[in-house]
């Protein structure tokens, strides 16, 4: 299992706030490796992850995950991928309201077709990864940022996905968190091998990583805009 990105560009925007994030931009993310995606506010980081996650199309170039074309993919196989293989695990945690910390990765299990009863004490466990086993009965949209972040993180790993995407994972804890965090999906990453992304200005998730890719360097050697 890899993930390679083959000659992507994006624009977005229109008229005056038109951009293009990423322009013929060609990597590859191994299987069992946790890569750290750095670069500055704006380099594009966002924009490479909702690419690899199918959430945005780019406007050319290819998605390959182990050699399979995802932008040639009808919308409800797309669906599907991102339900069962891909952990996407947003800045903002994107959880559902009202439900507990444990409920978020119950409901995410049962979506993929994995009953609450084979998947709770695992889930339990991934929230006590997360340090939030004093939290798991706390409906998450009373918690802080950073709490809904690291549900968010529990909630991807919990499915075993063959494509973890992980934006800014360290960006709202604390410096010992931050740690625990990123040596938590650089575990995880070796484990199961998965092909792990994290986009990351933090030095401290880029320390945990297994290679690191600047955006920005990459940019500057794509060919010219003509
Ligand atoms: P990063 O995550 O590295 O901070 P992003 O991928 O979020 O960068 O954004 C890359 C560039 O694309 C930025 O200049 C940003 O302003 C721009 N951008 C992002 N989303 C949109 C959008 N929906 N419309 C217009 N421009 C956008
Ligand atoms: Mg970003």
Not at 11 to 18: A, N
Not at 37 to 42: E, F, K, M, N, V
Request: include cysteine.
């Amino acid at each position: 299992m890899s993930l390679t990105l083959h000659d992507i560009t994006v624009t977005l925007g229109r008229g005056d706030s038109r951009t293009t994030p990423l322009r013929a931009l060609d990597a590859e993310f191994p299987a069992g490796r946790l890569t750290a995606l750095t670069g500055p506010s704006g380099s594009g980081k966002s924009t490479l992850l909702a690419v690899a996650g199918t959430l945005l199309r780019p406007d050319s170039g290819r998605v390959l995950l182990d050699g399979a074309d995802l932008t040639a993919l009808a919308p409800s196989a797309r669906a599907r991928l991102r339900r069962e293989q891909i952990g996407y695990v947003f800045q903002s945690g994107n959880l559902l309201t009202g439900l507990t910390a444990l409920e978020q990765l119950l409901s995410a299990a049962s979506i993929a077709g994995w009953p609450a009863r084979t998947v709770r004490g695992r889930a339990r466990q991934l929230l006590t990864d997360v340090g939030l086993e004093h939290r798991v009965h706390h409906r998450a949209d009373t918690l802080s940022g950073g709490e809904r972040q690291r549900i968010a993180i529990a909630r991807a790993l919990l499915l075993e996905p063959a494509l973890l995407l992980v934006d800014e994972p360290t960006a709202a804890v604390d410096r010992t968190q931050a740690a625990a965090l990123a040596a938590l999906l650089a575990d995880t990453t070796r484990r199961q091998g998965c092909v792990t992304v994290v986009a990351t200005h933090d030095p401290v998730a880029e320390a945990a990583a297994d290679r690191v890719l600047d955006l920005a360097a990459l940019r500057a050697e794509a060919p010219a805009t003509p």
